[in-house]
């Protein structure tokens, strides 16, 4: 429950990372991975690079469509428009409205955005859940801290 709280004072700042915090994605990416990448809000953004920097910690040996499956993983929130509280309102009420409802979906919207943008089966597997266990494990601790 810390972690949400953190994460929610984190989402307030509206500063996006700039290109050096981003370089490591910028190197990795392709143009259309990084494009998607940089719809995301800025604290969406903030908390993809935090996400990869602790799967890196925890995963050292993590492979390239991993790491990029890792940042990619809430892009399925941009189809929903929710700012911050809304996002906040759509985890306190559940599947209320279409726009919540796009919310609690965002992992398989990500899957069809990460597809549409012609990203790996690798990449996506981080998402859909067929990555290596290892994979997952580490993503999920990252994420959950
Ligand atoms: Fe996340």
Known sequence: MFHLLRRFVQSLSGRFPDESEASVLLEIMS????????????SDQRHSLKVV????HRLPEATTAEIIGVALHDVGKVASNLGTLGRVAATVFGRRGSRFAIYHDHESIGITMLRDAG??????AILDGSARQSALAAF???DNC
């Open 31 to 42: 143009e259309q991975e990084f494009t998607l990448w940089r719809t995301m809000p800025a």
């Open 140 to 142: 999920r601790w990252a």
């Open 53 to 56: 920097g602790r799967f890196l």
């Open 119 to 124: 990203c790996s089966r690798d990449v996506q």
